[in-house]
């Protein structure tokens, strides 16, 4: 209970953090005023940052989006080599690219889009929940299975077409109103724990299980789409950190 107190006191703070200074900024006051007290035997609090490939479902042409990810972490042991694994994703993109144009309804902007591309920039605040299972001689690798959920923030359809350098026109068309505001799936991985500082370096498969899509009479928006994506992450761990 003691733990879990200072993770409810510690979230909105960090949330704060993260999104209103940069990063190292962040790490530096985080550091100070929470690191040592978070941290102990069976608590691991941390930065938690790295690029994920996303995907979507559901579209006949399209193809993987590359974006930067940066959250926070924590590790609670459960028992022995067993622990919960979570945290948030406060920066976390996904959609695809290249998807093929749709008409915006305005005969200048078809006439200058349509022979280009779309890229879908979907933002979340995701929210990781796995257990957390280290092995190995000296417990430095470790497997995670579980899933995540997330609270949709922005959502784009960036219009792209080259007139004299590569997508040097483009038009933002906002989507929200077409995008449900929650989405959730499966998640797991593996990763491996660094002795000495204990940073953890870890890949993530996430297997998204809901249609994002509301229902619609606009053809362009009218079908069922999923979200995937894979994270490469390096895990961070503020203040004391813990250490076999």
């Known amino acids: ?48 940052g790295g690029l994920n490939r996303s995907f979507l479902s559901g579209i006949e042409e399209s193809e993987g989006f590359n974006h930067f990810h940066l959250g926070f972490y924590f590790d609670i042991r459960l028992k022995n080599d067993l622990w919960l694994n979570t945290g948030v994703r406060v920066k976390s993109n ?3 690219r290249k998807i093929a144009p749709y008409s915006l309804d305005d005969p200048e902007l078809d006439a200058v889009f349509l022979e280009g591309h779309i ?3 979907i933002r979340y605040w995701y929210v990781p929940v796995h257990l957390k299972y280290r092995f190995g001689g000296n417990k430095q690798f470790f497997v995670n299975v579980g899933g995540q959920i997330g609270l949709r923030n922005k959502a784009d359809d960036i219009f792209y077409n080259t007139v004299n350098d590569k997508d040097d026109v483009t038009f933002k068309l906002d989507i929200r109103d077409h995008i449900k505001r929650i989405d959730a799936g499966l998640s797991g991985g593996l990763g491996y724990k660094f002795k000495g500082n204990g940073m953890n370096l870890g890949a993530t498969y996430y297997l998204g299980l809901t249609n994002i899509m509301k229902t619609t009479d ?9 979200n995937s994506s894979m994270y490469i992450y390096l895990d961070i761990p503020i203040g004391a950190g813990y250490r076999e």
Not at 11 to 23: A, G
Not at 218 to 226: E, G, I, N, V
Request: no cysteine; charged share 15%.
């Open 119 to 121: 890229n879908r920039d």
């Open 218 to 226: 606009l053809a362009q928006y009218d079908y069922a789409s999923r």
């Open 94 to 96: 996904v959609g695809a």
């Open 1 to 48: 209970m003691k733990n879990l107190s200072k993770i409810l006191i510690a979230i909105p703070l960090l949330i704060f953090m993260l999104t209103i200074y940069h990063t190292a900024q962040s790490q530096i006051i985080i550091s100070l005023l929470l690191g040592d007290k978070l941290n102990s035997p069976n608590l691991e609090f941390g930065i938690e």
